[in-house]
């Protein structure tokens, strides 16, 4: 290759030599539409080719068709034949490969070009697995490079770099492209702190390290993710993005924020509020909001703490400091249910003023919400729960200071900002009901501030966790009449089947479970709902067994979040399985709320490695951890599109720490002033790094 003028990352991938419209295409469809895009996509597999085999070596090690087993071989093409199959008129390239000890029949199917390619006599080293066909060992569409011609791999690597297929486009010409985009591509100046880059390789030699590895190579390491050369082109990407942030950050330092008075009458007035006193953690979150609130700058704060914690009456406090001061504040949140329910307790804490509280519903009737409309536009109703209803172009606040979103992330980006034209600037606090590993917050919420309850109100006792195989659910049933038989409530949990699951598995559905439930208790009141229920429907099930009229409640997991039935005292979920740890840890916050000793039995019959977790530990913030690693960031969240940023070679789980180091040094490189390399950088590459846009 002569000397071609350097290409910038960005230039389209159609200037590599070689690569026709369909390749090209294939790779457009597959997002590859840049060298840098071609660059940053790693193989995600490294085959070790080990030692040649003699062609007359080669045999069959099963009975199977297919030798499980990977194979190299060397040797020179003595015919070749290109033909038509007969049946689906495909292209078949057949090359007879011999080495001096032995022959092997090679076969590619619908690669014409490979005729016009491959001679007689040309010497190739050829990958794959053996097959038994008709006429012996056959492989069928190897792997394989040219000995002699054309020198651009003059020889042999141990390594072979698999990629992800892309339609028509073969390994050997990806890696060919790859490796003259790493010859005629333009790296610019290192931009990483030196306290990231020490001990790393440069970006050019960490991709090449990838793409062409030595064979000195660790292959777990290539394919782990943990070789410095992975550690490179992470730190750059979490960098980039951590510095994203923190300029974000610091424009919403500058941004005027509405700034709620403070007095000690009003101190006294928010004390009168308190059923009892705050923990201290619980204490300091609410100092932490107050401070926001009165800084003159715009709240956009991250509220996280596990099932029980006390997160809503810290809510209910900062939403009295706006509503105290003249100011409306609104809390959103994702079902009517946990609407209704979060209504009935601020009314409860607001005791002579819950008349200034206002709840909106879309499945409100006409007249009731054009009531409501008017009281939240008037300002008379100065605490405003509700569901997305909100977000209606109908409401119009009087002044909204403050919005207070529980369960975050059901709610979408769009949403979000339709709120926001709702109202001047108001501050933001967004609650999590699940507690969310420090990496993963971190990524998904950079630009909130976090506050964390890592304490739960005195006199909690932890909630007696089992796990019974459906064979021993008896057992689980055993405990139900107990609690009963003390007054006490119970509620069980079914899993919400997708109808393409049916026949697929064996799983006992809600109806299956209330027949069961019916004959097991046939004298117990039982209220049975889920999401297919009319709000109506569903809150009045709701409010009896709220009332203690029914005892046991049969639900889906619409009773997820923040239902509070303190004399509920036990749980059952059935097909525990079916759930994330993080999911089942949020049901068992469902009991538990009461003075009294509660249970959580989990029945399934599988992943009982898995849900052990939750009997070992009731440490939100440890089962969120290890869900996260089991399932990954999208998972996680239950929604692919959580806002989490894409990153091509950073991994959130793997890359935790390396997260929090390079959110740092962005933090210092910010305060010391960027470098031109990293200003540069940044005009180019930051929108590529979405970032939760919240503020
Ligand atoms: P979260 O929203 O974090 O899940 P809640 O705000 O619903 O938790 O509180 C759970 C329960 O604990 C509620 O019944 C609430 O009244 C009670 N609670 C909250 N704070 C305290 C406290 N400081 N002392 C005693 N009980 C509390
Ligand atoms: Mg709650």
Not at 119 to 125: A, E, N, P, S, T
Not at 437 to 451: C, N, T
Request: aromatic share 6%; charged share 25%; hydrophobic share 40%.
């Amino acid at each position: 290759m002569t000397s071609l003028a350097p290409l910038p990352l960005a230039s389209k991938v159609t200037v590599l030599r070689g690569l026709g419209p369909a390749r090209a295409a294939a790779l457009q469809e597959a997002g590859i539409d840049t060298l840098r895009d071609l660059l940053w996509n790693l193989p995600y597999r490294y085959v070790d080719r080990g030692s040649l085999r003699p062609l007359g070596s080669l045999e069959m090690r099963g009975f199977d068709a297919q030798d499980s087993g990977l194979v190299t071989v060397l040797g020179a093409i003595q015919d070749l034949r290109q033909s038509t199959t007969r049946v689906q008129r495909m292209a078949l390239t057949e090359v007879l490969l011999a080495d001096g000890t032995g022959t092997l029949r090679l076969l590619w199917f619908n690669q014409p070009y490979l005729g016009r390619s491959l001679k007689v006599g040309d010497r190739l080293l050829v990958f794959g697995s053996l097959f038994l066909g008709r006429h012996g060992l056959e492989m069928r569409g190897p792997q394989f490079e040219f000995m002699e011609r054309g020198g651009d791999i003059g020889w042999v690597r141990r390594y072979l770099p698999l990629y992800r297929r892309l339609g028509p486009l073969p390994g050997r010409v990806r890696q060919k492209l790859v490796a003259e985009a790493l010859t005629r591509a333009h790296f610019a100046e290192d931009w990483l702190p030196l306290e990231l880059s020490k001990d790393l390789p440069d970006t050019l030699t960490a991709l090449h390290l990838l793409h062409d590895p030595p064979d000195e190579s660790e292959p777990q390491a290539l394919e782990a993710g943990t070789t410095p050369a992975h550690r490179r082109l992470a730190s750059e990407e979490l960098f980039a993005f951590s510095l994203g942030v923190a300029l974000r950050r610091a424009g919403r330092m500058l941004r005027k924020g509405l700034v709620v008075p403070t007095s000690p009458e009003l101190r006294e007035r928010l004390k009168g509020f308190l059923p009892f006193p705050l923990t201290s953690a619980q204490r300091r979150s609410f100092k932490e909001i107050v401070e926001d609130l009165t800084s003159g700058r715009v709240m956009n704060r991250l509220f996280q703490g596990d099932v029980g914690s006390g997160k809503t009456l810290v809510a209910l406090l900062s939403m009295a400091m706006v509503a105290e001061t003249g100011g409306q504040g609104a809390l959103l949140v994702p079902t009517e249910v946990l609407a209704r329910q979060h209504a009935a307790s601020f009314r409860r804490y607001l005791g002579e003023q819950a008349g200034s509280m206002q709840l909106l519903l879309g499945g409100m009737k006409a007249a009731e919400k054009r009531a409501a409309l008017a009281r939240i536009a008037s300002g008379e109703a100065s605490y405003v729960v509700g569901t997305h209803a909100l977000f209606q172009e109908a409401v119009t606040f009087h002044k909204l200071q403050l919005v207070v979103v529980d369960e975050q992330h059901r709610f979408g980006v769009k949403q979000r900002e339709a709120l926001k034209e709702k109202g001047g600037d108001p501050h933001w606090l967004v609650m999590s009901a699940t507690p969310i590993p420090r990496s993963l917050a971190l990524a998904v919420f950079g630009d909130l501030d976090q506050s964390v309850l890592d304490e739960l109100p005195p006199g909690r006792q932890p909630i007696a966790t089992r796990l019974h195989k459906p064979e021993f659910a008896e057992r689980a049933w055993e405990q139900v009449r107990r609690e009963l038989a003390e007054g006490h409530q119970a509620f069980v949990v079914s899993p919400s089947i997708d109808p393409s699951d049916e026949g697929k598995v064996q799983l006992r559905d809600i109806q299956a479970m209330e027949a069961l439930l019916r004959g097991i208790f046939p004298d117990e009141a039982i209220e049975v709902v889920h999401g297919r229920l009319k709000p109506d429907d569903m809150a009045a099930r709701m409010a009896r067994f709220v009332a203690g009229e029914a005892k046991i409640l049969l639900a889906t997991t619409v009773i997820e979040v923040g239902v509070d039935v303190p004399n509920a005292t036990v749980m059952v979920v059935d097909h525990a399985e079916r759930f994330g740890l993080s999911q089942l840890h949020q049901l068992r916050g469902r009991v538990g709320r009461g003075t009294q000793r509660s249970h959580f039995l989990m029945i399934s019959g599988s992943e009982t490695e898995r849900l052990q977790t939750l009997v070992e530990t009731q440490d939100g913030f440890r089962i969120a951890q290890r869900d996260l690693e089991l399932r990954g960031p999208g998972e996680f969240f239950g929604v692919k599109q959580a806002g989490l940023p894409d990153f091509q070679v950073a991994d959130l789980v793997r890359d935790r720490a390396l997260l929090l180091r390079c959110r740092e040094a962005a933090d210092r490189a910010l305060a010391l002033g960027l470098s031109g390399a990293q200003t540069e950088w940044l005009r180019r590459e930051q929108a590529r790094f979405k970032l939760a846009e919240i503020s």
